[in-house]
């Protein structure tokens, strides 16, 4: 809240300030992404310039995708994710289930509902999605590409009928795998080794297993 103090473990040894960028330079535009790079002046005053990529859409936002953590209850806890090929790494990727927030979307909650039905066949009422509406970036150094959280828990015990994904024709490679959050971390190395080098952790799905894993060492 404004004039509220903050605890001293969240207080920053240099404040944050302001930096305006220039108007983007387009340095080439692809059918998904464009290359372009910005100017900015340092806290000395001196110009600089970064190059970057960003999405090639009719409604320009840096908050354009959704990641879900889905939670299957089978009856233990299991991480839903799927496995797909990556061009751009030239091999499989394992991460959560994601999608682009259509321009149209009233609320990322749809956009979460429809990827999750479409990547791995669950089909889920939205009020049951939880939004961690806080933008997360995807890779900072190369994009201005973010994402929201949407998560959501699953009783697989309720099901009706088995999930069947509704995948396009680029989605050829993608299938969809739990493992259990107990050991998670453990479990995704144990994947990643058995595909010999054929499979790559994204990195957000990675981060999120180690601090799985940190919650339950006692420092």
Request: glycine share 6%; with cysteine; proline share 9%.
């Amino acid at each position: 809240m404004p004039g509220e103090l903050l605890p001293k473990s969240l207080l920053l040894p240099k404040p944050l300030l302001p930096v305006k960028n220039s108007s983007p330079k387009i340095m080439g535009v692809g059918d998904w992404v464009q290359l372009e790079y910005v100017a900015y002046k340092d806290n000395c005053g001196i110009e600089r310039k970064w190059e970057r990529c960003i999405r090639t859409r009719p409604q320009q936002s840096s908050i354009d995708a959704i990641d879900i953590h889905a939670i299957l209850l089978t009856p233990i806890p299991e991480v839903l994710l799927v496995i797909q090929y990556r061009p751009a790494i030239e091999r499989y990727c394992v991460e959560f289930p994601s999608g682009l927030i259509d321009p149209t979307d009233n609320d990322p909650i749809e956009s979460a509902q429809r990827e999750l039905k479409e990547e791995t066949g669950y089909l889920i009422p939205k009020e049951q999605f939880e939004l961690i509406k806080v933008p997360v970036a995807y890779e900072p150094g190369l994009t201005n590409s973010c994402c929201y959280v949407a998560n959501v828990t699953i009783d697989a015990s309720q099901l009706v009928a088995p999930p069947v994904p509704e995948l396009e024709a680029d989605e050829w490679s993608l299938q969809t795998i739990s493992l259990p959050l107990e050991g998670l971390f453990e479990g995704l190395l144990a994947l990643e080794q058995s595909q010999k080098g054929l499979l790559i952790i994204d990195s957000r799905l990675l981060s999120f297993a180690i601090g799985l894993k940190y919650s339950k060492v006692k420092f």
